[in-house]
C-alpha cells in the first residue's frame, strides 16, 4: 500500500477547512475550553505560533486575547482561508505561512501551540519535536491530541469507514457519508443531553464528548463527521506516550508539565521550557 505523506493529509484537511463559511467554527468557549489551563493572562503583550492552523478558526479567536505578534503555519491551501479569515479580524501583527510544521524554523515564540494536528501527522513525535524548538526560553507549549483511551468505539467502528471514505471525492465524503453519521451521532449526543440525570447514562459510550458537543448545532456535527473522515492518516495517542515524548525533552520543565484529560476520548498536555 502506498504511504501516505503529509501533504496528502493537508490537501485533505484543505478541502474541508475551505469549504465552510468565513469565520471561525469553534464558539469562545470552545476555544477556551481546548486552551485551558492557559488564560487570557498567559497570552496578552506576547508572541503566538500555531502549528497547523487550518483555515485560522483558533487564531481568530486568539486575536482577542492581545498577543502582540501571531504567526500561523499550515502545509495544505487551507491558508487560503485562514489568510481571508485573519484580515477580517483586523489584527495588523499577524502571518499565515504555507510550510511544513515539522521543519518549521524560528527564533522563538512565547507560546506555541498544536491543537488537532500531530495525531494526523506520519511522525507525531516529529511534530512535537517542532513544537518545542520553535517554543523559546522560559516559553510555554500546548497540544491536543486524540487519545487512545475513551475512543475504542470509534477505533473500532469509524477507523475502518476512514480508510474507504478517505480515498473518495471530498463531497461524496462531506455529503453522502458525514452528513447521515453526524445526523445519528446529533440524535445519539442530544439524547445522551437530555437523559444525563438518569443512573448509568454516563457509562454510555462517548458520554462525556456526547454532553460537550450536544450543546452545538447539527452543521458542527457535521464538520466534525468529514474532518473525521476526510483524513488519510489518524492515530490515536496514549497518555504514556505523550509522557515519553515530554521525558524526552531535557529543555522541558517536567515539574510545571500536564497531560489532562479532555471529554473523555482526547489529551491535552504541554508546560514551560527551562530558561
Not at 494536528?117 to 511522525?123: A, S
Not at 473525521?228 to 515524548?245: G, N, R
Not at 529543555?251 to 498536555?269: H, I, P
Amino acid at each position: 500500500m502506498p504511504q501516505v505523506s503529509d501533504a496528502d493529509t493537508a490537501s485533505a484537511f484543505a478541502a474541508s477547512w475551505n469549504t465552510l463559511p468565513a469565520g471561525s467554527v469553534y464558539t469562545k468557549a470552545q476555544f477556551e475550553d481546548w486552551f485551558s489551563p492557559l488564560t487570557q493572562d498567559d497570552i496578552i503583550g506576547r508572541s503566538v505560533l500555531e502549528l497547523g492552523c487550518g483555515n485560522a478558526s483558533l487564531m481568530v479567536h486568539m486575536v482577542n486575547w492581545h498577543p502582540n505578534k501571531l504567526v500561523g503555519v499550515d502545509l495544505g491551501d487551507s491558508v487560503l482561508s485562514a489568510r481571508r479569515n485573519m484580515q477580517a479580524t483586523g489584527f495588523a501583527q499577524h502571518e499565515i505561512v504555507q510550510g511544513d510544521l515539522t521543519t518549521f524554523g524560528s527564533d522563538g515564540f512565547d507560546l506555541v501551540y498544536c491543537i488537532g494536528v500531530l495525531h494526523h501527522l506520519q511522525n507525531p513525535e516529529a511534530g512535537f519535536d517542532s513544537v518545542i524548538r520553535n517554543t523559546g526560553p522560559g516559553g510555554r507549549f500546548h497540544c491536543w491530541v486524540y487519545a487512545r483511551e475513551g475512543n475504542g468505539i470509534v477505533i473500532a467502528l469509524i477507523e475502518p469507514l476512514r480508510r474507504i471514505a478517505s480515498k473518495l471525492p471530498w463531497w461524496v465524503t462531506k455529503y453522502a457519508i458525514a452528513a447521515p453519521l453526524a445526523a445519528l451521532f446529533y440524535a445519539y449526543a442530544k439524547t445522551i443531553c437530555a437523559l444525563r440525570s438518569f443512573p448509568g447514562i454516563r457509562f454510555t459510550p462517548l458520554y462525556r464528548y456526547s454532553i460537550w458537543i450536544a450543546a452545538r448545532e447539527y452543521a458542527f456535527f457535521h464538520h466534525v463527521a468529514f474532518d473525521q473522515l476526510v483524513t488519510p492518516a489518524t492515530i490515536y495517542v496514549s497518555e504514556a506516550t505523550i509522557w515519553s515524548w515530554l521525558r524526552r525533552h531535557p529543555r522541558v520543565d517536567l515539574t510545571k508539565a500536564y497531560v489532562l484529560m479532555r471529554n473523555g476520548n482526547s489529551w491535552k498536555f504541554g508546560g514551560t521550557l527551562r530558561l
